[in-house]
């Protein structure tokens, strides 16, 4: 299963829209931790590396950035989140780079597993040649 994009329910409320993702329809793995990156400098870079076993949901909770995605082939993507009813969906093995965060932008992970740094392959020429 490749990396892609899952559009979250909206409720549109004239109080204020509302958006949920549970378990199992539109996350497609179990959430093990939640975790989320915020007061990004400009220009600054986060992730470079790829996970083992570990699936991930990016969302852009607040504001916008890219995230750019490798697949094994080599291929290369770019998305641009900047609308909190979307996540991206990263399966294993899909290297990953964060970038171009707006000022104040919030980019939320939902993972598939407790913190394990023996899980990421941070060159990505180990990446390339797994
Ligand atoms: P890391 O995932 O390496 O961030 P990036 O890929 O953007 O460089 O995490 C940065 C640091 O935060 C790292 O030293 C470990 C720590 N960390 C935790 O302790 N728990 C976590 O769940 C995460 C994601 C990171």
């Known amino acids: 299963m490749s ?3 899952i559009q979250f329910p909206k409720i549109v ?3 204020g829209n509302l958006t949920f993702l549970q378990n199992p329809e539109q996350i497609p793995f179990q959430i093990e931790r939640v975790f989320w990156t915020y ?4 220009g600054e870079k986060r992730g470079g590396h790829s996970f083992k076993t570990q ?5 852009a909770l607040s504001g916008s ?3 750019v995605v490798f697949n094994e082939s080599g291929e290369k993507s770019t998305f641009s989140l900047n609308r909190s009813y979307f996540g ?3 399966p294993p093995s899909t290297w ?3 970038e171009n965060f707006s000022t104040n932008s919030l980019a939320l992970h939902l993972s598939s597993s407790l913190y394990d740094p023996n899980d990421y392959v ?5 990446y390339l040649r797994l």
């Open 13 to 15: 409320d004239p109080r």
């Open 39 to 42: 007061d990004v400098p400009g």
């Open 122 to 126: 941070r060159d990505i020429n180990d």
């Open 65 to 67: 950035f890219d995230v």
């Open 55 to 59: 699936h991930e949901v990016i969302i």
């Open 96 to 98: 990953r780079q964060m």
């Open 3 to 5: 990396y892609r994009l």
């Open 88 to 90: 991206l969906y990263l």
